[in-house]
């Protein structure tokens, strides 16, 4: 065989695999991981250095071009873009021609492999990068190791100063603490939230929130019944009782599928996207899914102990955070429509990650039960709706910041994603998005 | 000529590494994509560092490693117990037992003390 054909070969052999895929979610993007996840031929990745086809879901603010660009830029060769409007507006910004547009009802799925395929075989060109190509400064090292002057942390290599020292939090062995901004692009954290973290090793040394999350951005939580239902939470009209539940069900399966996808369970990430894309009408059909999470030893020993929220500050969060943490606050409880379903609010003790999603695994069984319920019960007007994830608490940043101070990254990582909180939400609109 | 066998697998396998090593040198070096300054940067979620990546941390696994090399040791002190014991019999069995009790008992108190935790 020769070199050529061996080529060829190995590029068939690649172009038919899974396709690595980073997603970049922007606004109108509520079902976006879930779609791509539950397909059995795209690869839903956390970072786009192993990715081929960059994923862009829904409308991209004009302040987050950017960075945007920055993570195309950081894909290696070959790399295409597949631009997935999410909110009628399929026109990428300037500079993004290249990208194949995908209408926010067309097969995303065929569209990302065709575009995986083609890179991969030669039929498109790889993208070239879009910000220029200048260091922020010069290197300017003269140290043996190009360590950019002299000592060990003397010089400013590219502009950036080396990490400076800071007291430790566990032993009090001082050593360096690295001051890193995560965000807006980062995989599991809200779309647009961008947190200034130091760190000292893996532990997060201190954390501010820079900037909040992109008000407007559904992809953590779509509102009830998805587009049905405006931001006030109290529509003036009525709303079929079965449609609130079912969106309620679909987002806490979204969401739980994003999760599992973060402790790199990705099989049952990819069952539970599935689930949530097509959201089963009988609460049995969920049973084997519960038993098979309830079973699964890693999950539970990843999440137990993780994020606890209790007292005041799981009032504060509010909907499944407060009830995971034991209190029963649920405005159906109130509602007469739902009093003659039966509802009772579901609880959970301990307020950690564990109970998190457990708490949103019950909400969703129990929202499928009551939509089989309620038939053609409708809500009455003006009447509050709960929803599936509330609005983040008005000092969202000194709660985070009171919470993750101390914990390891990936725990504190979890634990934001465990929140989920909804900043379409009217309370936090309303806020002016503000932290 | 045993010997001359096995010293001949060893420059067999010394080879291949090198080979392997100058094989990806040559395709790197053949690859003309050079990385330009935003794909240099680390990923942080689409914004640019601005602290250099290079510092020392606090390697705190290094009880663990402690711990690991006692029971590699441990292992050493075997072999030559594993030679012996068919002959000495029950009074091998005890001491080796007696032996591994002391260690388990320095496993013990690490994990009291908490040692074993990654943090």
Same mark, same amino acid.
């Given at each position: 065989m020769t070199a050529?054909?061996?080529?060829?070969?190995?590029?068939?052999?690649?172009?038919?695999?899974?396709?690595?895929?980073?997603?970049?979610?922007?606004?109108?993007?509520?079902?976006?991981?879930?779609?791509?996840?539950?397909?059995?031929?795209? !690869?839903?990745?956390?970072?786009?250095?192993?990715?081929?086809?960059?994923?862009?879901?829904?409308c991209v603010p004009t302040e987050l071009a950017e960075p945007l660009a920055r993570v195309h830029d950081q894909m290696a060769h070959p790399r295409a873009t597949v631009w997935w409007s999410g909110a009628g507006d399929s026109a990428p910004p300037v500079g993004w021609s290249h990208a194949t547009i995908v209408g926010p009802r067309d097969d995303i799925e065929a569209a990302v492999v065709a575009a995986y395929r083609d890179v991969i075989t030669g039929a498109r060109c790889s993208e070239q990068t879009?910000?220029?190509?200048?260091?922020?400064?010069?290197?300017?090292?003269? *140290?043996?190791?190009?360590?950019?002057?002299?000592?060990?942390?003397?010089?400013?290599?590219?502009? =950036?100063?080396?990490?400076?020292?800071?007291?430790?939090?566990?032993?009090?062995?001082?050593?360096?603490?690295?001051?890193?901004?995560i965000g807006p692009f980062f995989a599991h954290l809200p779309e647009g939230l961008v947190l200034e973290v130091?760190?000292?090793?893996?532990?997060?040394?201190?954390?501010?929130?820079?900037?909040? +999350?992109?008000?407007?951005?559904?992809?953590?939580?779509?509102?009830? +019944?998805?587009?049905?239902?405006?931001?006030?939470?109290?529509?003036?009209?009525?709303?079929?009782?079965?449609? &609130?539940?079912?969106?309620?069900?679909?987002?806490?399966?979204?969401?739980?599928?994003?999760l599992l996808h973060l402790y790199g369970l990705d099989a049952l990430a990819r069952l539970v996207a599935t689930k949530a894309l097509s959201v089963p009408r009988e609460p049995q059909e969920l049973t084997a899914l519960? =038993?098979?999470?309830? =079973?699964?030893?890693?999950?539970?020993?990843?999440?137990?102990?993780?994020?606890?929220?209790?007292?005041?500050?799981?009032?504060?969060? *509010?909907?499944?955070?407060?009830?995971?943490?034991? &209190?029963?606050r649920d405005a159906r409880a109130n509602s007469p429509v739902y009093a003659t379903l039966g509802f009772q609010p579901i609880v959970h003790a301990n307020g950690d990650n564990c109970d998190r999603w457990r708490q949103r695994l019950a909400e969703a069984v129990q929202a499928i039960e009551l939509a089989a319920r309620a038939g053609t019960a409708v809500t009455e007007p003006g009447e509050t709706i709960e929803p599936a994830a509330p609005p983040p608490p008005a000092d969202f940043g000194d709660q985070l910041a009171a919470l993750l101070i101390g914990t390891e990254w990936g725990d504190a990582v979890a634990t934001i994603a465990s929140l989920d909180p909804d900043v379409n939400a009217a309370g936090y609109l309303s806020k002016g998005a503000t932290v | 000529m045993v010997a001359l066998a096995a010293f001949s697998v060893i420059l067999a396998i010394l080879g291949s590494s090198i080979a392997l090593v100058l094989a990806g040198r040559w395709v790197a070096a053949r690859a003309d994509l050079p990385a330009t300054a935003p794909e240099r940067? +680390?990923?942080?979620?689409?914004?640019?560092?601005?602290?250099?990546?290079?510092?020392?941390?606090?390697? !705190?696994?290094?009880?663990?490693?402690?711990?690991?090399?006692?029971?590699?040791?441990?292992?050493?002190?075997?072999?030559?117990?594993?030679?012996?014991? !068919?002959?000495?019999?029950?009074?091998?069995?005890?001491? &080796?037992?007696?032996?591994?009790?002391?260690?388990?008992?320095? &496993?013990?108190?690490?994990? !009291?003390?908490?040692?074993?935790?990654?943090?």
């Open positions: 050529r054909a061996s080529a060829g070969w190995l590029t068939a052999v690649a172009a038919r695999a899974e396709a690595p895929v980073f997603l970049a979610r922007g606004i109108g993007t509520a079902d976006a991981d879930a779609r791509l996840r539950a397909s059995p031929r795209l !690869r839903v990745l956390d970072s786009p250095r192993a990715a081929a086809v960059l994923v862009v879901a829904g879009l910000l220029p190509d200048v260091d922020p400064a010069p290197w300017r090292g003269v *140290g043996p190791y190009g360590h950019g002057g002299t000592g060990m942390t003397g010089g400013i290599p590219y502009g =950036r100063p080396m990490a400076g020292r800071g007291d430790d939090r566990r032993d009090g062995l001082t050593l360096d603490v690295v001051l890193a901004r130091t760190f000292a090793g893996d532990v997060v040394h201190d954390l501010t929130v820079k900037t909040p +999350p992109v008000a407007g951005v559904d992809g953590l939580g779509a509102r009830l +019944p998805d587009d049905a239902v405006t931001a006030t939470m109290a529509p003036d009209r009525a709303v079929p009782v079965a449609a &609130i539940e079912l969106a309620r069900a679909r987002q806490h399966l979204r969401w739980l599928a994003r519960t =038993r098979r999470l309830e =079973r699964c030893w890693a999950l539970g020993w990843a999440t137990r102990g993780v994020g606890v929220i209790d007292g005041v500050s799981a009032a504060l969060w *509010g909907g499944p955070v407060a009830r995971a943490a034991g &209190i029963p | 940067v +680390p990923f942080s979620g689409g914004l640019p560092p601005e602290v250099h990546a290079w510092n020392r941390f606090h390697a !705190r696994y290094y009880v663990m490693a402690l711990l690991f090399l006692t029971f590699d040791m441990e292992m050493v002190y075997m072999f030559p117990w594993a030679v012996v014991f !068919r002959s000495e019999g029950t009074v091998a069995i005890g001491e &080796i037992f007696v032996f591994i009790s002391i260690l388990a008992l320095g &496993i013990l108190y690490a994990w !009291r003390e908490r040692s074993l935790g990654w943090s």
